[in-house]
């Protein structure tokens, strides 16, 4: 009989259990959200005293699992307690949205608050796991990352090859109430080789560079033009910077009309919108000229860590070489000159047919505490940054609290030039 073994090949809680043990002892896992220093008067303010923060949404995510999210809120003492866990890794990740109310009890300095985030990776170990994971009172920030779209949506009827992978566009909003001057701030596409566990790099070598609290790593680095005050955002409008400013819905349908996008990255062998001011590469290269030369692309393949950053020279900043790489320099942008990151990971549906294994922290936890885990290429959503609340002028506020996997969310519509 050849189906002799067959039972073994049937397991009900495939999705749900770990390889070789079907008797996995289930554990508990209690967490404190903690809040330090000046933004523990803060929480005390909104009634959470004593350095922990009370009525935070904590959501947990087992890695490599494709259950989904499970929420529940923290208590006075800011603890919250989750049962029948199976043992691994999970994202950890807490946030506390306040109110127009609870920010008017702020000082001035601190109107600028709208949200207490935060977020780790524990390992839960049966029978029982306790974590701590200390949450930041976010801060809107000036010109920050409101929209990414990286798809490369199949041209084929059957999927897959040939993709078209010049729709991307990156989408940036004035959060603050002052007017910015984009002239020279710079978008930059972190080093995205050190966030996966490698053979030749593993994440115990990467992590050095990966989550340097100095700054980030990075290779291409993109300005923009004007030469001081030429390209002036007012609070609450955004600007849009496509790979290409074309109409792409000419190639797919359910792409978009970035024909009027306000910049484009431009390459060696591209179509060049004259309308459209381009973005001036300013290093370390061209993005795969050999491939493509259509300037930078924002392709949300594998993981990506976007960055926006005031004027730099890149000549000029510290030079890293990795190892086993074939452009091995690399350049460390320092944190000061950070104004926002965003950093996500494929979905948790693309990571279960990869085997590649997330190394957990995308970048220092002071610029991002927790990647999202949004990307998909071959869907047509973009990652936009949550709305936080609106001014009585009508203006849109965005949540920023420098925690991607809960500041971004996927939206099966891409709104270029809009918020949100
Ligand atoms: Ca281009
Ligand atoms: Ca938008």
């Known amino acids: 009989m050849a189906c002799e073994h067959a039972t073994t090949l049937i397991d009900p809680l495939a999705g749900d259990s770990i390889p070789g043990d079907g008797t996995v002892q289930r554990a508990a896992l209690t967490i404190t959200i903690t809040v330090t220093g000046a933004d523990s008067v803060l929480a005390s303010a909104v009634g959470s005293a004593g350095g922990v923060l009370g009525d935070a949404e904590v959501t947990l995510e087992r890695s490599g699992s494709t259950e989904g999210p499970r929420s529940a809120v923290t208590d006075a003492a800011g603890t919250v307690r989750f049962e029948d866990l199976l043992p691994g890794?999970?994202?950890?990740?807490?946030?506390?949205?306040?109110?127009?109310?609870?920010?008017?009890?702020?000082?001035?300095?601190?109107?600028?608050?709208?949200?207490?985030?935060?977020?780790?990776?524990?390992?839960?170990?049966?029978?029982?796991?306790?974590?701590?994971?200390?949450?930041?009172?976010?801060r809107r920030g000036s010109l920050v990352i409101s929209e990414h779209f990286g798809s490369m949506p199949s041209l084929s009827e059957s999927g897959g090859w040939p993709s078209y992978d010049y729709g991307h566009f990156l989408e940036l909003?004035?959060?603050?109430?002052?007017?910015?001057?984009?002239?020279?701030?710079?978008?930059?596409?972190?080093?995205?080789?050190?966030?996966?566990?490698?053979?030749?790099?593993?994440?115990?070598?990467?992590?050095?560079?990966?989550?340097?609290?100095?700054?980030i790593r990075a290779r291409f680095f993109e300005a923009f033009p004007g030469s001081g005050r030429d390209y002036a955002l007012a609070p609450g409008e955004a600007v849009v910077v496509a790979t290409d400013a074309v109409d792409h819905r000419q190639f797919h349908p359910e792409l978009h009309d970035l024909s009027r996008a306000d910049f484009e990255f431009?390459?060696?062998?591209?179509?060049?919108?004259?309308?459209?001011?381009?973005?001036?590469?300013?290093?370390?290269?061209?993005?795969?000229?050999?491939?493509?030369?259509?300037?930078?692309?924002?392709?949300?393949?594998?993981?990506?860590?976007?960055?926006?950053?005031?004027?730099?020279?890149?000549?000029?900043?510290?030079?890293?070489?990795?190892?086993?790489?074939?452009?091995?320099?690399?350049?460390?942008?320092?944190?000061?000159?950070?104004?926002?990151?965003?950093?996500?990971?494929?979905?948790?549906?693309?990571?279960?047919?990869?085997?590649?294994?997330?190394?957990?922290q995308n970048v220092h936890e002071s610029f991002d505490r927790q990647g999202a885990r949004l990307l998909d290429y071959e869907l047509l959503h973009s990652e936009q940054r949550r709305v936080h609340g609106m001014l009585p002028?009508?203006?849109?506020?965005?949540?920023?609290?420098?925690?991607s996997s809960r500041d971004f969310h996927a939206r099966r519509q891409a709104t270029p030039g809009r918020v949100p």
């Open 89 to 138: 890794t999970y994202a950890v990740s807490a946030l506390r949205v306040l109110t127009v109310e609870e920010v008017a009890r702020f000082g001035s300095e601190d109107a600028d608050v709208n949200a207490f985030g935060g977020g780790e990776y524990v390992t839960v170990e049966a029978p029982s796991t306790e974590a701590v994971v200390s949450a930041l009172a976010g």
């Open 173 to 215: 909003y004035n959060n603050s109430d002052t007017t910015i001057y984009l002239d020279g701030k710079v978008i930059v596409l972190g080093f995205t080789g050190l966030l996966f566990d490698l053979p030749d790099q593993p994440c115990t070598i990467s992590e050095k560079w990966r989550t340097d609290p100095e700054g």
């Open 266 to 360: 431009i390459g060696s062998s591209d179509v060049d919108n004259p309308g459209v001011p381009n973005m001036v590469n300013i290093g370390l290269y061209e993005f795969a000229a050999d491939y493509y030369g259509h300037g930078l692309m924002l392709r949300s393949v594998g993981g990506i860590v976007i960055l926006v950053a005031e004027p730099l020279v890149v000549s000029g900043l510290p030079v890293d070489y990795i190892p086993a790489s074939t452009r091995p320099e690399i350049r460390r942008i320092p944190g000061a000159k950070v104004l926002d990151v965003f950093s996500s990971i494929f979905t948790p549906e693309r990571q279960a047919g990869s085997s590649l294994r997330h190394c957990g």
């Open 393 to 403: 002028d009508g203006r849109v506020i965005l949540q920023r609290t420098k925690t």
